[in-house]
């Protein structure tokens, strides 16, 4: 269900599974100027976690910024963003947080929404907010 529901809104599958019992899907979707990650987990230990069954989780950065973040990703090695991100979050306890405190730490500007049972939570990013 949930992935599939990923794949009819038109976003790249980069990894889908399950991870200690909860179904797990990151997405990307390449638009005109941006691109957009997608971090989407259901199960038990989502809701123990965020107090609701699901969660998706976006990034969105601009299309200057995706060479960047893939080194970034791969420790400076040239990598193409989806297979930057599927190695990444393959890697044994990374979480959506991790994604954003890399971008973070590398100085990466990127606007963050989630959503989930209870609504939407966005946060535009610095540059955005200043003007």
Known sequence: M?????????????????????????????????????????????????????????????????????RALQNGADSCLVDALGAYFSQEGVEFSDLLDLMDSRGIPYGYACADERGVVSREEAAAIAS
């Not at 990151?26 to 069954?53: C, I, K, N, P, Q």
């Open 2 to 70: 949930f992935g599939a529901g990923i794949e009819r809104l038109g976003r790249r599958m980069v990894l889908s599974g399950w991870r200690e019992g909860d179904r797990r899907v990151v997405a990307l979707e390449r638009r005109a100027s941006d691109v957009l990650v997608f971090y989407g987990t259901a199960g038990m230990r989502t809701g123990e976690a965020f107090g609701s069954e699901w969660r998706v989780s976006c990034a969105r950065l601009g299309e200057e910024h995706v060479a960047s973040l893939a």
